[in-house]
């Protein structure tokens, strides 16, 4: 590894980005456009590629064979599995060529994707540009996400559908009625109609 600044690369990646945060570390042959921003503690493993615009939280762990386009943003401690794949407009056509000149001119066909706080993609899942993956959420491996994930909530399949909730810890959540307690951690929840809600932050005390 080769110390870059507050930063640790490997000698085969090319970091272009001048927003790397404390502690991150990049792996082998990989590489992180100009433009692209990545947070503190970071592990970004070999392989991957961060494209401009790109936005990339604190303690963020990215494993091998992902890329990360323009227009998606990862929050803090997302776990992002080997393989996963990301996109970024709905409707791609080449933009060279003639008869989709028009559509790429403006910005318009940038579908945004946000991977909320603490949230698990697994090896080899598809998300679907435009689509919010809610705090916490679980998504298994090889799983198609083509709508927007709750909260809490565990997805699997093609396409991908709620099959359970899971705890900010990771484990897989039992109700009894429309309450429940983790039984690895000790975390409160309730479902409402919204989904599923923490009776008390992360660390924090009882509601």
């Not at 996109?87 to 909320?116: F, H, I």
């Amino acid at each position: 590894m080769v110390l870059a600044g507050t930063f640790r690369a490997h000698a085969t990646a090319v970091v272009e980005s001048d927003s790397i945060g404390d502690g991150t570390a990049i792996w082998a042959y990989s590489h992180v456009l100009k433009g692209a921003s990545v947070g503190r503690r970071c592990n970004i493993g070999d392989h991957c590629y961060i494209e401009s615009g790109a936005s990339i939280g604190d303690d963020v762990t990215i494993k091998n064979l992902t890329a990360i386009w323009e227009g998606v943003t990862i929050e803090n401690g997302a776990f992002i599995g080997p393989g996963v794949t990301f996109t970024n407009d709905v409707y791609p056509r080449s933009p060279r060529m003639k008869q989709a000149e028009n559509r790429y001119r403006g910005r318009e066909w940038l579908a945004k994707t946000v991977v909320g706080e603490g949230a698990t993609l697994g090896a080899g899942s598809v998300v679907v540009a435009g689509l919010t993956i809610g705090a916490h959420a679980f998504v298994g491996a090889g799983a198609v996400v083509t709508h927007d994930v709750p909260s809490f909530a565990l997805v699997i399949g093609n396409p991908a559908r709620v099959q359970g909730w899971v705890c900010v810890c990771g484990s897989r959540l039992e109700f009894v009625q429309t309450s429940t307690k983790c039984e690895s951690c000790g975390m409160k929840f309730r479902q409402t109609e919204k989904g599923l809600e923490p009776l008390r932050p992360p660390g924090g005390a009882d509601a």
